[in-house]
């Protein structure tokens, strides 16, 4: 099946966004008559973050924290979370039964 995979940050704002993605999502696999794939929320955060899963009735969503990524070698940029909460989450995360098509 399908999972879904998407890159932010540990903010308030980012959390609205979510909801609003994950809402979005789940509506139009639904209105199809389509199995709701799993999505995951890659997010960077340097501190700890209480919240967890901020939409617990949407069973197929879930949540990897990261550290962040987005400065290296001194250069900042957020972009670089990008590919490094893909890595993190590859490593860390639950990947169990996934095939890969990047």
Not at 54 to 77: C, I, K, M, R, S
């Amino acid at each position: 099946g399908v999972h879904i995979l998407f890159s932010t940050e540990c903010t308030d704002y980012m959390d609205w966004q979510t909801a609003g993605l994950i809402h979005s999502l789940k509506t139009v696999y639904e209105d199809h008559g389509l199995e709701v794939p799993r999505a995951t929320r890659l997010m960077a955060c340097d501190r700890p973050w209480p919240n967890g899963n901020v939409l617990p009735e949407y069973e197929f969503f879930h949540v990897h924290v990261h550290p962040p990524f987005n400065v290296q070698d001194g250069d900042a940029y957020a972009p670089y979370n990008k590919p490094g909460s893909l890595m993190h989450w590859l490593e860390h995360g639950n990947t169990t039964g996934t095939q890969w098509v990047i």
